[in-house]
């Protein structure tokens, strides 16, 4: 468990200007979380671009990849409402299309810090793999992805050392994003999976894939 206290407001006169609501939903957000609050995540709180309202967020990364950025969670507090999705990793913005898993609700701000705490706490709790492509002994192509929902976190596929003639293929067969971003669902199935975090029981892997839980290095660029 970690010692560091989430969502905490260190300096009372800091530059994101907190209002006594807002302080009131960190503090009681923190409290909330302190219990459960997992070492290799911090919960730190902020303001988008916009100043217009508080955001308690966290990023994910792979343990044994820390450097390897997986995806920011977060949720806007804005008056009464406040709304917890998957957060741009640039903009820190919500989704223009809210996730499955992602929270809206309204209420008072004791209430609203609980509901943001389960939340958390949920969404932190779901299953995250790493599936991985062989091809000649070399890893061409990996996608980290909820388990429980099989919804894709990031992915990257290096054309250099993937099967001759595969990427166009996917491209014809229209498995591609952006400018030219190869979207690996659109691959056979992978020849293994590491399980990352999250609770592996709530799981549903692809058949046929077996776990493992050494890898090698994971080329290219990675990418949503």
């Known amino acids: 468990m970690t010692t560091r206290a989430w969502f905490e407001i260190d300096d009372p006169d800091d530059d994101f200007e907190f209002d006594d609501a807002e302080r009131a939903f960190a503090s009681a957000l923190s409290e909330r979380c302190m219990a459960w609050a997992p070492a290799d995540v911090v919960g730190e709180v902020g303001r988008p671009d916009d100043w217009g309202s508080l955001l308690a967020h966290v990023s994910l990364s792979d343990g044994a990849e820390p450097r390897l950025h997986l995806m920011d969670l977060g949720v806007l507090l804005v008056g009464d409402r406040?709304?917890?999705?998957?957060?741009?990793?640039?903009?820190?913005?919500?989704?223009?299309?809210?996730?499955?898993w992602a929270l809206d609700a309204t209420g008072s701000t004791e209430q609203l810090a609980e509901l943001a705490a389960e939340w958390f706490r949920a969404v932190l709790d779901k299953p995250i793999v790493l599936y991985v492509w062989l091809h000649e002994g070399y890893a061409y192509a990996a996608r980290y992805a909820f388990a429980d929902s099989g919804e894709t976190i990031c992915q990257s596929y290096a054309e250099s050392i993937a099967p001759p003639g595969q990427a166009a293929e996917l491209t014809a067969a229209g498995h591609v994003h952006g400018k030219g971003w190869i979207q690996t669902v659109g691959l056979p199935t992978p020849s293994l999976y590491l399980h990352i975090r999250g609770d592996l029981e709530r799981a549903s892997t692809l058949s046929g894939v077996p776990a493992r839980t050494k890898r090698g290095p994971l080329p290219g660029l990675w990418y949503e």
Do not use: T
Request: hydrophobic letters at 25%; glycine letters at 6%.
């Open 82 to 100: 406040a709304q917890g999705d998957r957060l741009h990793s640039q903009l820190y913005s919500l989704p223009d299309r809210p996730s499955a």
